[in-house]
T-cell receptor
Framework: DAGVTQSPTHLIKTRGQQVTLRCSPK?????VSWYQQALGQGPQFIFQ???????QRGNFPDRFSGHQFPNYSSELNVNALLLGDSALYLC??????????????FGQGTRLTVV | AQTVTQSQPEMSVQEAETVTLSCTYD???????LFWYKQPPSRQMILVIR??????QNATENRFSVNFQKAAKSFSLKISDSQLGDAAMYFC????????????FGKGTKLSVKP
């Protein structure tokens, strides 16, 4: 089992550009959540996808958007990049969205640097 | 809104000794989970231990145990017989049904283990 895989591992973009990050969930998982972890901080929830729909969203502007594909993989898109978007972006997968007793498995993240 | 506070930015322990990491949280919910995640330099979040709020018995996983004080909203992690591989960032996290299962993290505690 490959676990949660994210690509790319590192990325450098220029302010104003757009970026797409990708996540493949752990086998058997159907829910993907995205988190932003700024340097020295804990992860902050961006949004969650289940059944190809955004089910919940954190306090992030609509420059942050996403998508989930029929195979449960997911993309995070960020438009009009700002310097403050520089962070580690973590993907977490789980089975089901409303079950409290659901363990989330995390990928190794994508380190995004905006210059 | 739920919040998670980790008041110790850094902690240090001698190999083979015991260390306790602190976490407090604020919620008005009664149905929730608490977690401790470990994030080594590899960046991948690894679940260490979790506690169901309605269970009075403290969770234990090998060398890791928690002290869950529901009335005080306190959730500390005790690591016994510390090993060099325990060195990492440790994050306390909260999840309730109202958040549709998404995690709210503290800012983390950096644990160093001295040989």
């Amino acid at each position: 089992d490959a676990g949660v895989t994210q690509s790319p591992t590192h990325l450098i973009k220029t302010r104003g550009q757009q970026v797409t990050l990708r996540c493949s969930p752990k086998s058997g998982h159907d829910t993907v959540s995205w988190y932003q972890q700024a340097l020295g901080q804990g992860p902050q929830f961006i949004f969650q996808y289940y059944e190809e729909e955004e089910r919940q969203r954190g306090n992030f502007p609509d420059r942050f958007s996403g998508h989930q594909f029929p195979n449960y993989s997911s993309e995070l898109n960020v438009n009009a990049l700002l310097l403050g978007d520089s962070a580690l972006y973590l993907c977490a997968s789980s089975f089901g969205t409303l079950t409290l007793n659901t363990e989330a498995f995390f990928g190794q993240g994508t380190r995004l640097t905006v210059v | 809104a739920q919040t998670v506070t980790q008041s110790q930015p850094e902690m240090s322990v001698q190999e083979a000794e015991t260390v306790t990491l602190s976490c407090t949280y604020d919620t008005s919910e009664s149905d929730y989970y608490l977690f401790w995640y470990k994030q080594p330099p590899s960046r991948q979040m690894i679940l260490v231990i979790r506690q169901e709020a309605y269970k009075q018995q403290n969770a234990t996983e090998n060398r890791f145990s928690v002290n869950f004080q529901k009335a005080a909203k306190s959730f500390s992690l005790k690591i016994s017989d510390s090993q060099l591989g325990d060195a990492a960032m440790y994050f306390c996290a909260y999840k309730n049904r109202g958040s549709q299962g998404n995690l709210i993290f503290g800012k983390g505690t950096k644990l160093s283990v001295k040989p």
